[in-house]
């Protein structure tokens, strides 16, 4: 393919040329701190109903095939990649080679192929940078090809949009088009080493992970805008990463070699270590900014809620590089319960971890409707449930395993609505969410006495060092108790329905 193009393809460029380039070819504008910002049109978000994996013989007996796994045949693929091969003839072409996985025994070297130099700009920065050794010897074993200008045709190709991101384990490659969020970029590597990982004995985690100066390692699981990102940036703590890691038999690693945080409302006074990595070389995707000044203002949620930034790890003051550390001593499980019934912490037995980990809950908040207050319940096995191509007790007994043999001690924490649901109460202080957590991760939690939640059987500390005790049972800070409790048993039985599929 290469050999026929007469034009300029750019491999490897470093961030300040990717910069240089992508505003020039006006891609984006220069925000104050000189970071990129960007915007990425209709797609601001992922796109999980337009994912597919080629039904190929030697994946077929292994994929957990429905809605989250969708089957395209080899033929369609082909006529997908055909297209592309087509579309890239007369394209301008930016390749970042690297790395996803810090473990050079684990490591899945890669190369991704894009239409726009800020998305090659932001892989450089979320994947793992070779050395120039390493790239002089660098030879990809998986390759996305990520065009947003490349549209599918329904009608032909079988899609059900003119999105599409599509995955041959065959072929080792996967083609993203018709969209511009570069989420989907990282993410599909991430579904990629969630079924490669498995065979070598390697749990995949959709977790942010830190290193305390004891060395200990906390995980922590929770779906998107639960706090992994938030939390794991901890100036007490070395950060080894915020989204993807691996656990092997000598301990965890990060996937990859940057972070992608949300920016809504960041604050420096909040989230200094997030705020400070926003700089040179960083990606602002739909983030507005002051037309003169060029400040950007996170509070302005008027393209999208999901506003985000791209750092490399190194941007966060005393990350652990390469990502690779120890066994973890505590996990956390992170969901945003705009219910605001479920504790804000809890001690989980390693039965109730299980269970937590396969419902995977956390809330959507109900639409953008106002006066509209009921939350909806989202529950996504493991923590992760669109980028798992493997059925969930595949994981859960992997991770369960690990749990036991290393005698880890699990929590659930909500970082989610407290005093009422959302619309009635607020979310919770992140301050005394990072004081909770903390407690966790220093063992001083265990020192308070535990009750057990009447309704979700959850052990929940009397006493946490800074946060007020009233706040440790959510009954108590609800005015109505009758519609607490109504609201509890409500949310405890949308559990009980969604776990009826995995009893056996
Ligand atoms: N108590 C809290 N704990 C954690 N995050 C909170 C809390 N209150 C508000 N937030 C906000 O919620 C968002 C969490 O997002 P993030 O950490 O990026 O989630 P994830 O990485 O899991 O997708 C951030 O914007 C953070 O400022
Ligand atoms: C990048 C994503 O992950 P998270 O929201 O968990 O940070 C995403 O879900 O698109
Ligand atoms: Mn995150």
Redesign the pocket.
């Known amino acids: 393919m290469e050999q026929s193009r007469t034009i300029n393809t750019h491999k490897n460029l470093h961030a300040a040329e990717l910069m240089k380039i992508a505003l020039e070819r006006k891609e984006g504008k220069l925000a104050s701190t000189n970071a990129l910002q960007v915007f990425t049109g209709s797609y601001t978000g992922r796109s999980p109903k337009d994912k597919y994996i080629v039904n190929e013989p030697s994946v077929m007996e292994h994929i957990d095939w429905g809605t989250v796994n969708q089957p395209i045949t080899e033929y369609q693929f082909d006529q997908i990649y055909n297209k592309a091969q087509d579309y890239m003839m007369d394209k301008e072409l930016f390749i970042f080679d690297g790395y996803a996985g810090a473990d050079l025994n684990y490591r899945l070297p890669i190369r991704i192929v894009n239409e726009y130099a800020w998305h090659n700009l932001f892989v450089h920065q979320l994947f793992i940078r070779p050395t120039k050794e390493e790239l002089a010897t660098h030879h990809a074993e998986f390759t996305v090809i990520a065009l947003p200008g490349l549209k599918a045709d329904p009608a032909t190709d079988g899609t059900r949009s003119e999105t599409f991101i599509c995955v041959s384990f065959e072929k080792r490659l996967v083609i993203i088009g018709g969209t511009e969020y570069a989420g989907e970029m990282k993410k599909s590597i991430f579904s990629v080493l969630n079924y490669l990982l498995p065979f070598k004995n390697v749990v995949p985690m959709h977790c942010?992970a830190n290193v305390g100066v004891k060395d200990d390692v906390a995980l922590f699981f929770?779906?998107?805008?639960?706090?992994?990102?938030?939390?794991s940036a901890d100036p007490n703590r070395r950060l080894i990463g915020?989204?993807e890691h691996g656990w092997s038999d000598q301990g965890v690693f990060n996937f990859e070699g940057g972070c992608y945080?949300?920016?809504?409302?960041?604050s420096e006074e909040?989230?200094p270590q997030i705020w400070n990595a926003i700089k040179a070389g960083s990606v602002l995707e739909n983030v507005m900014l002051d037309l003169e000044t060029g400040i950007a203002d996170y509070d302005d949620i008027s393209v999208t809620e999901n506003t985000r930034a791209a750092y490399p790890i190194e941007s966060i003051p005393n990350a652990l590089i390469p990502g690779k550390a120890g066994h973890p001593s505590v996990i956390v499980f992170?969901t945003?319960d705009a219910f605001g019934v479920l504790p804000p912490i809890s001690k989980l037995t390693k039965e109730q971890a299980m269970y937590h980990f396969l419902s995977g809950y956390t809330s959507k908040l109900a639409g953008t409707e106002r006066g509209v207050t009921e939350p909806e319940a989202t529950f996504s096995a493991c923590f992760g449930a669109p980028f798992l191509p493997l059925h969930p007790t595949v994981y859960a007994e992997m991770l369960g395993k690990k749990i036991e043999e290393h005698q880890v001690k699990v929590y659930l924490v909500n970082?989610g609505w407290t005093g009422g649901p959302y619309g009635v109460g607020k979310?919770?202080?992140?301050a005394?969410?990072r004081a909770m957590v903390s407690a966790a991760l220093d063992g001083s939690i265990e020192q308070s006495g535990f009750t057990t939640d009447p309704i979700f059987g959850l052990q929940c500390p009397v006493s946490v060092n800074a946060v007020p005790s009233h706040l440790l049972q959510p009954r108590n800070t609800w005015q109505d108790k009758e519609s607490y409790d109504n609201a509890a048993r409500e949310l405890s039985d949308l559990f009980d329905r969604n776990y009826r599929k995995f009893a056996l």
């Not at 929770?222 to 939390?231: A, F």
């Open positions: 942010s929770g779906l998107s805008g639960t706090g992994k990102t938030t939390l915020d989204d945080a949300k920016c809504v409302n960041l909040k989230e992170l945003a970082t979310r919770m202080s992140l005394y969410t």
